[in-house]
């Protein structure tokens, strides 16, 4: 059973950077899915935020590109996000997800609020 | 890269149908047959109820099923029951490794 799980500070100070790790068990990064974080902040939608296959590449909205890093650490088998000048506009919650053109797997799901 | 538009708030009777809409351009829902749609209930994770526009993941009722005419997708609910009273998002393939959500539709079951 693939089991995905957010982790990371759940209070973070404007314009500092966002840093969680997703741990995966149940299934490897280096294969067969997109990797990925998509976050919804409190009373509203769902946003992708980006998302990598391993060896091919990873690909960022548009939005949020010039802020976002994910990167995979396929020795301990999780991913992580970083997101850098942080505003209130970005307190979420945050999900790991496991992508096939459609989200096949989600964590739980870590709330993160960005205040001082 | 917008966001899909989804209604903000349908309802429907218990053993009636509902539709939910999902209205994209041709460089999302129009062009790719990547449309899903997710079942979200308060402080859950959403749930995949339709990929690929129209297949049904093993364990979704039934009841549930996906079309699209252009770039609007449909979900279609039939035979609602009260578990069915959620938040509904769609989503699609955008092109180049992206992805786009709809705003989200509340279903109430009266």
């Known amino acids: 059973q693939v089991q995905l799980q957010e982790s990371g500070p759940g209070l973070v100070k404007p314009s500092e950077t966002l840093s969680l790790t997703c741990a995966v068990s149940?299934?490897?990064?280096?294969?067969?899915?997109?990797w990925g974080w998509i976050r919804q902040p409190p009373g509203k939608g769902l946003e992708w935020i980006g998302s990598f296959f391993h060896g091919r590449g990873t690909y960022y909205n548009p939005s949020l590109k010039s802020r976002v890093t994910i990167l995979q650490d396929t020795s301990k088998n999780h991913l992580s996000l970083k997101l850098s000048s942080v505003t209130a506009a970005d307190t979420a919650v945050y999900y790991c997800?496991?992508?096939?053109?459609?989200?096949?797997?989600w964590g739980q799901g870590t709330m993160v609020t960005v205040s001082s | 890269q917008s966001a899909l538009t989804q209604p903000r708030s349908v309802s429907g009777s218990p053993g009636q149908s509902v539709t939910i809409s999902c209205t994209g351009t041709?460089?999302?829902?129009?062009?790719?047959?990547?449309v899903s749609w997710y079942q979200q209930h308060p402080d859950k994770a959403p749930r995949v109820m339709i990929y690929d526009v129209t297949k049904r993941p093993s364990g979704v009722p039934d009841r549930f099923s996906g079309s699209r005419s252009g770039s609007t997708a449909s979900l279609t609910i039939s035979g609602l029951k009260a578990e069915d009273e959620a938040d509904y998002y769609c989503?699609?393939?955008?092109?180049?490794?992206?992805?786009?959500f709809g705003g989200g539709t509340k279903l109430t079951v009266l």
């Open positions: 989503s699609s393939y955008a092109g180049s490794y992206t992805w786009v």
């Open positions: 041709s460089s999302d829902v129009g062009g790719y047959d990547y």
């Open positions: 149940g299934f490897s990064i280096s294969s067969n899915y997109y």
């Open positions: 997800v496991a992508l096939n053109f459609y989200v096949v797997f």
